[in-house]
């Protein structure tokens, strides 16, 4: 009788459709929408901050690849610490503090001051991305997980639409500043909205950290042949497709567009179709098999990309659409991948793929800048339709593994 109460009593993995499946889900969604505001707020003005300090465009985009840079210095860091201290407590800690340094950045005297703190806003972001995945790995059922993933992810994009178009937008009408202090005003809300909501963890379990064990556990997954795919693929991704966001306002303010601030804003309203491509591709990938579902999703973002090159306003804005929506679908079905694959040190496998994402945002996106000082537009699409080739490349390589 004593058994068998202690077996009804056990916890079980939140499943698709339960009351902690959705609990989780919103406060997820919510980490989402704080981290990647605070990540991205700035790029949509990248422009004024050339005008206000007289910087060129491969300067101003550091304000972005410097955040990106250090986050990806600090995801392996955070994942250790939330071995040893808890998912939530790493997760809480870094979205609350994140946001409230966003909150004084918009007044920097210098664009040195403003790039130091962007480098630290980074360096606090990283405990959400580090984290999520595993936490989702360890609170969710296997079956039920790619779905989950997809919600975190669709956060994530709203969170990256919402930080790039309330400044985008308020610009018009305001200093940049005043409009990069609503946006963090707003990301701050989420953080507080994910603090209260988030559920405890139930299934983590404590260990013991080292040096020389997390080196252990990274070198085990960095030499496994079916998660180093993933973690190149990753780089290659999100450095593409960040090289695109960082310049294309930089194209439709110049001529033959000369379109406003605010309508250039507009352009990251394509950041909703990865909203619905990475629940949907969660979805696809739980039913139809990952691999499949990955490589269909780096062609449509190809094809996308190769719709922007033509000078024609209606086929960049396609060609931006279905890049977005390919963009987030990959991820969201590798980032689950990842955390379905490594049944053993998640934080770790997780912060892996995390830190070479990233990295790619920083260092491809930075050089970007470079492709099109010298070559436009053009050299932007040739630049980033190598890095996605690269992509497809590996996802064909990629072997499916069974859905836990």
Do not use: K
Request: glycine share 10%; hydrophobic share 55%.
């Amino acid at each position: 009788m004593t058994a068998h109460t202690v077996d009804r009593a056990a916890p079980v993995r939140h499943a698709l459709g339960s009351p902690g499946y959705r609990r989780t889900t919103v406060a997820l969604f919510a980490a989402g929408m704080t981290t990647f505001m605070a990540l991205y707020y700035v790029q949509a003005l990248l422009p004024q901050l050339s005008d206000h300090f007289g910087i060129s465009p491969t300067t101003s985009a550091l304000a972005v690849s410097l955040t990106t840079g250090f986050l990806a210095l600090a995801i392996i860091p955070a994942s250790v610490l939330s071995e040893r201290f808890g998912r939530v407590r790493v997760m809480v800690g870094s979205a609350v503090a994140a946001s409230v340094i966003g909150v004084v950045l918009p007044w920097s005297p210098t664009v040195e001051i403003l790039l130091a703190g962007r480098a630290l806003q980074g360096l606090l972001c990283a405990g959400v991305p580090a984290v999520a995945m595993a936490y989702l790995a360890e609170e969710v059922e296997g079956r039920s997980l790619g779905t989950a993933m997809g919600r975190y992810v669709a956060g994530t994009t709203i969170g990256g639409l919402t930080g790039r178009l309330i400044p985008g937008f308020a610009v018009d009408v305001m200093s940049w500043q005043w409009a990069l202090e609503i946006a963090s005003l707003v990301s701050l809300a989420f953080a507080v909205v994910f603090w209260r909501s988030v559920p405890s963890s139930r299934f983590f379990a404590a260990q013991r950290v080292s040096p020389r064990i997390t080196m252990r556990n990274l070198v085990t997954h960095l030499r496994d042949p079916r998660l180093w795919p993933l973690f190149v693929l990753a780089f290659v991704l999100m450095g593409g497709f960040v090289t695109v966001y960082n310049f294309v306002g930089y194209r439709l303010l110049r001529p033959p567009f000369g379109l406003s601030e605010a309508v250039v804003a507009a352009v990251f309203l394509m950041y909703l179709a990865g909203t619905f491509s990475s629940a949907t591709a969660g979805r696809l990938a739980d039913r139809l098999g990952r691999r499949r579902v990955l490589v269909a999703a780096i062609v449509v973002m190809l094809g996308g990309l190769a719709l922007t090159v033509p000078d024609q306003l209606w086929l960049i804005l396609a060609g931006m659409f279905f890049f977005t929506a390919g963009f987030f679908a990959a991820h969201s079905v590798a980032s689950a991948w990842v955390s379905a694959q490594a049944t053993e040190h998640r934080a770790e496998a997780s912060s892996l793929y995390l830190f070479h994402y990233y990295l790619g945002s920083s260092v491809v996106g930075a050089l970007g800048g470079l492709a099109f000082s010298a070559f436009g537009w053009v050299g932007v699409a040739g630049y980033v339709g190598v890095l996605i080739v690269v992509g497809c490349g590996l996802g064909f390589r990629l072997r499916e593994c069974p859905i836990p």
